[in-house]
T-cell receptor, first 115, second 114 residues
Framework: AQSVTQLGSHVSVSEGALVLLRCNYS??????LFWYVQYPNQGLQLLLK??????LVKGINGFEAEFKKSETSFHLTKPSAHMSDAAEYFC?????????????FGAGTILRVKS | DAGVIQSPRHEVTEMGQEVTLRCKPI?????LFWYRQTMMRGLELLIY????????DSGMPEDRFSAKMPNASFSTLKIQPSEPRDSAVYFC????????????FGQGTRLTVV
């Protein structure tokens, strides 16, 4: 069954520094991958998604992610962190089931941005 | 569209009481999901519906939990009786087509059982 693993439950960067949040997937079929962001006391919001086609996917707020089949990775990056990027980030994959499909999330990575 | 609407935003109840969480999905969406979020277990899918029919309830933790979707614009998640370990944030999400599309989340209900 498809699954994702997020490496690092907490990441801390300085304002203006590169943001790199790691996600590895497991799937025997081409995966459909997502990154979501959750700000404090809010629901989850989609940042970007990969289905088919271009492996470099651009999302909102300057984030992007690259699908690398050879590395089974879908890491999230942003060239320059802003204070407003402080949030929890979730990688997710569509798990294909016999009777339907469901969205399965990783454990999440809390991003802290230092001034 | 106002998005997915959940009520209440916060609920504090005593152990043993019945708790009902409510969700209004986005109009026109076929799928509705209930998730639970805790520090220990992260985001867990409890149950999801397609066209008001429960498809997968394997994530429902115990018989104390039940969910219904009487029509396309309303769903409830009920816990009876509630226990302190049920304290969590419960999210409802919906989307129009399961494959390839994002799920839209409500703002959640923070449940505290004392």
């Amino acid at each position: 069954a498809q699954s994702v693993t997020q490496l690092g439950s907490h990441v801390s960067v300085s304002e203006g520094a590169l943001v790199l949040l790691r996600c590895n997937y497991s799937s025997s079929v081409p995966p459909y991958l997502f990154w979501y962001v959750q700000y404090p006391n809010q629901g989850l919001q989609l940042l970007l998604k990969y289905t088919t086609g271009a492996t470099l996917v651009k999302g909102i707020n300057g984030f992007e992610a690259e699908f690398k089949k050879s590395e089974t990775s879908f890491h999230l990056t942003k060239p320059s962190a802003h204070m407003s990027d402080a949030a929890e980030y979730f990688c997710a994959v569509i798990r294909q089931m016999e009777y339907g499909n469901k969205l399965v999330f990783g454990a999440g990575t809390i991003l802290r941005v230092k001034s | 569209d106002a998005g997915v609407i959940q009520s209440p935003r916060h609920e504090v109840t005593e152990m043993g009481q019945e708790v009902t969480l409510r969700c209004k999905p986005i109009s026109g969406h076929d799928y509705l999901f209930w998730y639970r979020q805790t520090m220990m277990r992260g985001l867990e899918l409890l149950i999801y519906f397609n066209n008001n029919v429960p498809i997968d309830d394997s994530g429902m933790p115990e018989d104390r939990f039940s969910a219904k979707m009487p029509n396309a614009s309303f769903s409830t998640l009920k816990i009876q009786p509630s226990e302190p370990r049920d304290s969590a944030v419960y999210f409802c999400a919906s989307n129009r087509l399961l494959m390839f599309t994002e799920a839209f989340f409500g703002q959640g209900t923070r449940l505290t059982v004392v």
